[in-house]
């Protein structure tokens, strides 16, 4: 029976589209939710956290935030199997430029190195691709505070504020109308912490966000600072009281 065109997972529609993406972008959509706003300051992390057994108990350590060198940080939403590979791999790639040039990685070369792989997964019949979005994110002395989004095609772009995962659509809704450039850390976030209560609804807001703070100290450091559970439940508070 003839065809109209290849169905092969590595072939265009006649809209020029890969349906394999296009259905990992539908999953995505369908993941936690992921919020990054870049200020003057430095940069807010926030991921919903998924409480999948009843008898679990918090984590001094982050499921979805990860450290990739002294001055990136990447948080990830997608399929969790999927994130070993990518972050051994940026770590890495990371000190393999440090120990080859003696300085930090740039943190848009990482990006571009770690889209190059995530892209060649998209073009061979025998790979699955990589269903993980990843905000990438730190300080460098060439560019200050940055904010990139991957997807899993391989395409990435630079942000000020961005919502990935579900909800995505009226979350960012909500930054684009809030943020701005002269934006601070306490603003974002406030705005942060009124999305996940109008998502939730719940004055167990500490056990469903997972809040990261990533700012320079006065040596010049990269440092991040993770909320505790009380600091979000005064946040839920402060929230629900204006």
């Known amino acids: 029976?003839?065809?109209?065109?290849?169905?092969?997972?590595?072939?265009?529609?006649?809209?020029?589209r890969l349906k394999k993406i296009e259905n990992v972008l539908h999953l995505i959509n369908r993941e936690k939710s992921l919020i990054a706003i870049k200020t003057k300051e430095g940069i807010l992390l926030a991921v919903e956290k998924e409480i999948t057994f009843k008898l679990n108990q918090d984590s001094r350590y982050s499921d979805d935030i990860f450290l990739i060198d002294n001055h990136i940080f990447c948080a990830t939403t997608g399929i969790?199997?999927?994130?070993p590979t990518l972050i051994n791999y940026a770590r890495l790639q990371s000190q393999v430029h440090k120990q080859i040039y003696q300085t930090p990685i740039p943190i848009e070369n990482l990006v571009n190195i770690l889209c190059d792989i995530k892209q060649k997964f998209t073009q061979f019949t025998g790979k699955r691709i990589y269903k993980l979005s990843l905000i990438i994110t730190g300080w460098d002395d060439s560019s200050g505070f940055q904010l990139f989004h991957t997807d899993p095609s391989g395409n990435y772009s630079s942000w000020q504020?961005?919502?990935?995962?579900?909800?995505?659509?009226?979350?960012?809704?909500?930054?684009?109308?809030?943020?701005?450039?002269?934006?601070?850390?306490?603003?974002?976030?406030?705005?942060?912490?009124?999305?996940?209560?109008?998502?939730?609804?719940?004055?167990?807001?500490?056990?469903?966000?997972?809040?990261?703070?990533?700012?320079?100290?006065?040596?010049?450091?990269?440092?991040?600072?993770?909320?505790?559970?009380?600091?979000?439940?005064?946040?839920?508070?402060?929230i629900i009281e204006v």
């Open 80 to 83: 969790k199997s999927d994130i």
């Open 1 to 16: 029976m003839s065809r109209k065109y290849d169905i092969q997972m590595t072939s265009f529609s006649p809209e020029g």
């Open 161 to 238: 504020a961005i919502a990935v995962g579900r909800d995505n659509a009226l979350n960012q809704d909500i930054l684009n109308q809030e943020v701005n450039n002269e934006i601070d850390l306490q603003k974002a976030i406030g705005i942060t912490a009124k999305i996940f209560c109008k998502k939730f609804f719940s004055s167990n807001l500490f056990q469903l966000v997972d809040l990261i703070v990533i700012r320079k100290d006065g040596i010049n450091n990269t440092i991040y600072y993770r909320f505790n559970p009380k600091e979000i439940k005064y946040l839920y508070k402060k």
